[in-house]
DNA sequence: CTGAAAGCGCTAACAC
DNA sequence: GTGTTAGCGCTTTCAG
């Protein structure tokens, strides 16, 4: 069997108090003492179960992260960027794909809660508000990441949604375009994109309509029917603000079949600014996240939390960045 | 504070014994006392501490998945399908990315040992295998994913590397190429695909050189500078091989710079058929790997070494895909 | 400086 | 049927 405590105290004629001050390094004892026991438990090859003395009330030193849909390019790459941030602060983390199933989202909040991580994160969609409600009730540390706080008081983290999308519709309109479609989510961060949407047309002076509003869910093949849709409405846009890049390459791969050019005949821009953005063909002008900021972020903000709860909730916004590739141009037909 | 097992015995006023045996659905006892039960913890609001549970003995009902890097739209796939069928077998899964980084390696096997994960699936790379010989010794079940067991005597699941190489190359020569070029990873799984390059070219009676033959590291970065280095060295290839979607696609956006014309100058075969290689233009002929079928395989297998130490450990082999796209045709040039 | 002992929340015999 | 009790491996006073 694995080597306990017990063991370790025995081999090294100690007893188990001292073992568990030189584990955690704390309380004083004579050098050669702390010494000998470093040598035993290293050649019993011992290690203190995490299990053990979580029970006894030190935190489980663990997060839990939950996600829409950890194979979206996007959320993997904040997955990867929380866990090295967590792991440099002694973290580690549980990810969970909710897959915007209700369900799902309770379940795992209930399963990471029996098993006492530390504290949570959210990213990006939380449909039953009412179970986030409960961790807050029980004081489990939670953040919010790339969505509001859904009124749970608690901190949350995001990119700039309305200026992102104000500075999308802008490129778009200062090449010219006048026929400006976004395809949002269904995401409250989609409704900040929309309203910068409409600030920019405002702003140029330009108007437009309900009608080139429309919504869907994240994904290639909603993408391609999206432009469908709209190519079968009659009337072709020049440019189209897809709010993320999952859609976005959907429009391409669509645009591309039906014989448009892009960006000659449409131009395109995403939003997120993941791996996807930099394999299409030309290049998807996009608005970028500072995914890798974000992240860090988020757990510094969550591990502060968990050491002293009741800090002050934030709402910190991130700067959006527009990175113009290939699939925007000015404005030809 | 939470609510714990004494606080629902005490309001339901039965013993903790009896709520233990409502929580877990074991032993007899009147239809009255385990519904009052039922109630007493739906009231306080009740959730068993897994941590406490799994210190008597129970497993933690979590495995550990190591990958070399999440954010890999390959590995990122793979740990989807992983955590869900975990999920429908009632485990979790804390995802570890090693970069393949030895010291990482080493500090994320211990820390899934000292959270008692009840089984370890290791993906595609890892450097130390005398850390993965510990866990075979402490008995802690363990299973390779898209790599061979490397002596350890564990099950590993893979796809058929050697097949796929040698399917791979096969479109190739069958499409009149004679000029191919390999760009393998430095991985086991990369060695097979070479020897299945190699028996290719042999059953098609085409000889082929050492010098055909390039090894990186997986990413789009290293796949343009492979490009870079094979036009230096004067001859240009008529078809590339790219061992992993990552490095073909970095061979495309530089054949792109370059002003080859894809699949007319150079025709590439990518492998894992990952989401990049829909989103290229034109899309990426590609070897599948069954990544559903796989993950769903590794964590039915590893479920049942947890109920069953000492299975038998086998060898499973799946079968490759090829997909053809857009990135390759009959040879022109 | 070091050790004894009381829990942490739960499970699993074994009594009653 | 239901309760008592002895751990599981560790942390943490509090004595010595």
Do not use: W
């Not at 001050?21 to 004892?29: A, D, F, H, P, R």
């Not at 993320?244 to 600014?273: T, Y």
């Amino acid at each position: 069997m694995k080597a306990t405590i017990y063991d370790v105290a025995k081999a090294a004629g100690v007893s188990i108090a001292t073992v568990s001050k030189v584990i955690n390094n704390t309380g004083n004892m004579r050098d050669t003492t702390r010494q000998k026991v470093k040598e035993t438990m290293e050649k019993l090859n011992y290690q203190p179960s995490l299990m053990a003395s979580a029970l006894t009330g030190k935190g489980t030193e663990t997060l839990g992260l939950l996600v829409p849909d950890i194979s979206n390019p996007f959320f993997s790459e904040i997955a990867k960027t929380i866990e090295d941030r967590a792991h440099e602060s002694g973290m580690s983390v549980i990810i969970c794909s909710t897959d915007e199933n209700t369900e799902k989202e309770k379940k795992y909040v209930e399963l990471l809660q029996r098993k006492q991580v530390d504290g949570m994160i959210v990213a990006s969609s939380f449909h039953n508000i009412e179970i986030l409600k409960g961790v807050v009730d029980r004081k489990i540390p939670l953040v919010m990441l790339t969505q509001d706080d859904a009124g749970l008081g608690v901190t949350s983290i995001s990119v700039d949604d309305f200026k992102g999308g104000y500075e999308a519709t802008s490129h778009l309109l200062s090449e010219g375009h006048r026929d400006i479609v976004i395809i949002a989510e269904y995401a409250k961060s989609s409704k900040h994109r929309i309203y910068g949407y409409l600030e920019a047309h405002e702003e140029h002076g330009i108007k437009t309509s309900e009608e080139n509003i429309i919504r869907t869910v994240a994904s290639i093949e909603n993408g391609r029917e999206c432009l469908r849709k709209i190519v079968e409405k009659g009337k072709v846009p020049t440019g189209i603000f897809a709010c993320n890049d999952l859609i976005a390459v959907g429009v391409i791969q669509e645009a591309n079949e039906m014989g448009l050019n892009i960006p000659e005949d449409l131009s395109i821009v995403g939003f997120d600014n993941t791996i996807l953005a930099t394999t299409t063909v030309p290049g998807l002008t996009t608005i970028a996240q500072p995914i890798t900021e974000m992240g860090k972020r988020v757990v510094d903000v969550i591990i502060s939390e968990i050491k002293d709860k009741n800090q002050k909730k934030e709402h910190v916004l991130f700067k959006p960045q527009l990175i113009i590739r290939g699939t925007t141009a000015v404005k030809k037909r």
